[in-house]
Antibody, heavy 119, light 107 residues
Framework: EVQLVQSGAEVKKPGESLKISCKGSRYSFSNYWIGWVRQMPGKGLEWMGIIYPGDSDSRYSPSFQGHVTFSADKSINTAYLQWSSLKASDTAMYYC????????????WGQGTMVTVSP | DIQMTQSPSTLSASVGDRVTITCRASQSISSWLAWYQQKPGKAPRLLIYKESSLQSGVPSRFSGSGSGTEFTLTISSLQPDDFATYYCQQYDSYPWTFGQGTKVEIK
């Protein structure tokens, strides 16, 4: 079964750094864009951006540019989302999702990583 | 950025009802529109892509239509498993954007 498995929940303090992961399996990970989506508690979905693991080409939403960084290690089929300095407002569920080249939509989603930032 | 506006925000319906959700784009997105279903505590699930193409494994009671700036998701006969929140998403141009969601509740 094609799947994306994300790293576990995190509890951090404001100002701390964090890197969460998204590991793909049973498909050619390098050849599919991986997107990141934020969902704040009780709120809707927000598109953060997308990365191509084959060459790490990335596109960021202006709302998130400069605050988060995407990266990928194609040798281990893993994409990453990282923060250098977390804020309380980063508290949210973060999903990774695969962009299918046939449909261009996100057809496979990770289970989500809950990030809690609290003093 | 292209703004996506869904209506209604909440919809109360009964099992067997025909349900329609509308999504409007602030500019033309051709047919680059997807619909997702999300249940509480779960990741979203792709239902429809390219405005009207049904994702594999999705029941045929779901259908999508529209083009340009106005789109609809229709559930022909609402089933108990369909009570969820639905999101549209444009992928015509970066940044991709989602609608604010439509919650389908039991009447």
């Amino acid at each position: 079964e094609v799947q994306l498995v994300q790293s576990g929940a995190e509890v951090k303090k404001p100002g701390e750094s964090l890197k969460i992961s998204c590991k793909g399996s049973r498909y050619s990970f390098s050849n599919y864009w991986i997107g990141w989506v934020r969902q704040m508690p009780g709120k809707g979905l927000e598109w953060m951006g997308i990365i191509y693991p084959g060459d790490s080409d990335s596109r960021y939403s202006p709302s998130f540019q400069g605050h988060v960084t995407f990266s990928a290690d194609k040798s281990i089929n893993t994409a990453y989302l990282q923060w250098s300095s977390l804020k309380a407002s980063d508290t949210a569920m973060y999903y990774c999702a695969r962009r299918n080249p046939l449909s261009d939509a996100f057809d496979i989603w990770g289970q989500g990583t809950m990030v809690t930032v609290s003093p | 950025d292209i703004q996506m506006t869904q209506s209604p925000s909440t919809l109360s319906a009964s099992v067997g009802d025909r349900v329609t959700i509308t999504c409007r784009a602030s500019q033309s997105i051709s047919s680059w529109l997807a619909w997702y279903q999300q249940k509480p505590g779960k990741a979203p699930r792709l239902l429809i892509y390219k405005e009207s193409s049904l994702q594999s494994g999705v029941p045929s009671r779901f259908s999508g239509s529209g083009s340009g700036t106005e789109f609809t998701l229709t559930i022909s006969s609402l089933q108990p498993d369909d009570f969820a929140t639905y999101y549209c998403q444009q992928y015509d141009s970066y940044p991709w954007t989602f609608g604010q969601g439509t919650k389908v509740e039991i009447k």
